[in-house]
């Protein structure tokens, strides 16, 4: 029989389990084995872990209170420290975006080497052969080595199919009920083995192949709906007509297509009114199309009116909607706008532009070489005999370049009033910044690898990225964290955020009053 004693030794008191028994002589004996103690700020015992582990195989379990563990030196060398914040906000937002669970459905094998692979590209600007190291740093999940060999293995392994399953679910999953704009960039190769690549200059003058993205993301949410690769002029008609048709597939509420000017073209506008998925579409035009210039032509003397007057965000512009007749069997929305705080400030830094222009050809009027240069604004004489030129603006040639500067002219298929459609067209600058983060931020400034599937997986992943990024971006935005701080800032501030692992325990460091008011800002309570 056993009994728990308590025997105080030097300020501290501790728990004993007491065994009686006989002797060979049978005499009465105890033996004593201690098996805790008494917590002085509680007054409870606190069990060692074998008395506890043998009281609940024995079938007589023991209570268990809240008991301050203690570790050895050896325990501490042995332990481990990993950065805990920043992969525990990436998992939250998957969670709560439903972003996880669709890629546990889709890839059911993969899907923590693509989460992970993802959250390394928004936490890094590093190339991917690093994405190794951060894993180890990392509380991410644990799933297996993650070098560049294996990353590209896995990349392979990406099918088509499994890509277009991911985003029809993610389309259906999304219930934002958004207007979502479309636009088209480039990002360049060095690999020849990609067929989805043609050769031309990207923005640092380069001569690569180039492959085109395609971007459809929602305008209120900011957040990503779909992605494809092609081959092929950006604005070409063809290459139009099938994304929007992909696009029609997916299961979205409202597709309405907003693009840009690289869209405006009559064959585009034909084709989309012709299309039989009866695609809703608001595209800027560009001023080549005569449509457009007359139309200014007639709004330039009426327009400029306080009934005409839309006011959006700080800015304030005019605008008016008319009826455009198309064809035989089609009547557009033209939506013209003019913003005459645009038009003055180009205006003055032309002038500004050409004045100096003058001074420097007065200063040194044998200069020839700046009078070729200015020729196209200026007009320069020598007088005869003398160091000295005549100098004259070229007026028809500064009023043809401000003719249309400060006016916009949008064309669409429905039925908005001039105030709507500004403020719907305004907001696609939302894909454009998704642009900037996938090529900038996301490793897609080029794409460094060789093989189509290989590339196609690469931009897949790129796009899981972007939608933990465009949420953080939102909440920054909504909350006003960006009053404070980056979105690289925060990646950081919450990167210090360390959890240590020692004997089987999972200590998460104290929390500092930044950390937590990021956690608050994404209504995030940080478990460990």
């Not at 031309?200 to 993205?213: A, T």
């Not at 706008?337 to 100096?356: G, H, P």
């Not at 200026?378 to 401000?402: A, F, H, M, S, W």
């Not at 949008?410 to 454009?432: H, P």
Request: net charge positive.
């Amino acid at each position: 029989m056993s009994t728990i004693i308590r025997q105080q030794v030097k300020g501290h008191i501790y728990l004993y389990e007491s065994v009686s028994y006989r002797n060979d002589e049978g005499q009465p004996r105890s033996r004593k084995k201690i098996i805790g103690k008494i917590d002085p700020k509680t007054g409870n015992p606190i069990y060692n872990e074998e008395y506890i582990q043998r009281m609940h195989a024995n079938g007589t379990p023991v209570e268990q209170s809240n008991r301050e563990v203690t570790f050895t030196e050896n325990d501490i060398k042995r332990s481990s420290v990993k950065e805990f914040g920043a992969f525990y906000l990436y998992r939250k937002i998957g969670e709560e975006t439903g972003l996880i669970e669709i890629l546990k459905d889709v890839f059911p094998k993969r899907w923590e080497q693509i989460f992970n692979i993802a959250c390394y590209l928004v936490s890094s600007g590093d190339p991917i052969m690093y994405c190794i190291d951060w894993v180890e740093k990392t509380e991410a999940f644990q799933c297996g080595g993650l070098s560049p060999a294996a990353i590209t293995e896995m990349y392979k392994d990406i099918t088509f199919a499994e890509q277009t399953e991911f985003y029809e679910k993610w389309a259906t999953h999304r219930d934002e009920n958004e207007y979502l704009a479309l636009d088209i960039s480039s990002v360049s190769s060095y690999s020849e083995l990609i067929t989805d690549v043609e050769w031309g200059y990207n923005r640092d003058r380069e001569h690569l192949p180039q492959i085109n993205l395609c971007l459809l993301m929602g305008e209120d949410s900011g957040m990503p709906v779909f992605q494809t690769t092609y081959s092929g002029s950006i604005g070409d008609v063809s290459t139009l007509k099938s994304i929007l048709k992909i696009a029609a597939a997916l299961p979205l509420k409202k597709l309405l297509i907003v693009m840009d000017k690289a869209f405006g073209k009559i064959k585009n506008i034909n084709d989309m009114l012709s299309d039989k998925e009866d695609i809703r579409f608001l595209v800027a035009t560009s001023f080549s199309l005569d449509f457009s210039c007359e139309a200014v032509n007639k709004e330039r003397g009426t327009i400029d009116t306080i009934e005409n007057t839309i006011i959006i965000g700080d800015d304030s512009v005019r605008g008016v909607t008319r009826q455009l007749k198309w064809g035989d069997k089609h009547t557009l929305a033209m939506h013209v706008f003019y913003n005459a705080l645009d038009a003055a400030k180009i205006k003055e830094d032309m002038y500004s532009d050409v004045a100096s222009m003058m001074e420097i050809l007065k200063q040194d009027p044998t200069n020839k070489e700046k009078a070729e240069k200015y020729n196209k604004y200026l007009e320069v004489k020598p007088l005869t005999g003398q160091d000295l030129c005549d100098i004259t603006v070229r007026y028809d040639v500064v009023n043809k370049k401000l003719r249309h500067k400060g006016w916009l002219v949008i064309v669409g298929n429905q039925s908005f009033d001039a105030a709507k459609a500004l403020a719907i067209y305004r907001a696609k600058d939302v894909v454009e910044k998704g642009f900037y983060r996938m090529k900038n931020c996301l490793d897609l400034g080029r794409i460094r690898v060789h093989g189509n599937v290989t590339m196609q997986s690469k931009v897949f992943v790129s796009f899981i990225a972007l939608i933990l990024e465009c949420r953080i971006h939102r909440v920054m935005l909504m909350s006003g964290l960006y009053k404070t701080m980056t979105m690289k800032k925060l990646i950081i501030t919450l990167e210090k955020l360390r959890i240590q692992h020692i004997k089987g325990k999972d200590i998460l460091f104290p929390l500092t009053k930044v950390q937590k008011a990021i956690f608050k800002a994404f209504k995030f309570e940080v478990q460990k």
